[in-house]
């Protein structure tokens, strides 16, 4: 069951606890809505219960320090060497 049925048993309960005003004889109309209401508000409470315990679960991702990439390129332009630089720095969160 979930949240929606404990409310919906709740309601019904209710409205044959307090609006109904009928004897069957060998059924109480009353009794029968404080027993919904009674199973709606279990309900409502094992739904909440498995939910909670549901969210505690926790995956750790492994720490991960900055870490620099340092490339040397070496182009070559015009019959020249030129020297450049290339460095990164890498954040944690962010793929590698």
Do not use: C, K
Not at 41 to 68: E, M, Q, Y
């Amino acid at each position: 069951m979930g949240i929606g049925v404990g409310i919906f048993l709740i309601a019904v309960g209710a409205i044959f606890a307090f609006a109904i005003d009928a004897n069957l004889g060998w059924l109480n109309v009353n009794v029968v809505g404080w027993v919904l209401m009674l199973v709606g508000v279990v309900s409502l409470l094992l739904t909440l219960h498995f939910w909670n315990t549901r969210r505690r679960a926790v995956v750790a991702a492994p720490v991960r320090t900055d870490r620099v990439v340092a490339d040397r390129v070496v182009p070559v332009q015009d019959d020249r060497v030129v020297r450049e630089e290339y460095r990164e720095v890498r954040r944690p969160g962010h793929p590698a």
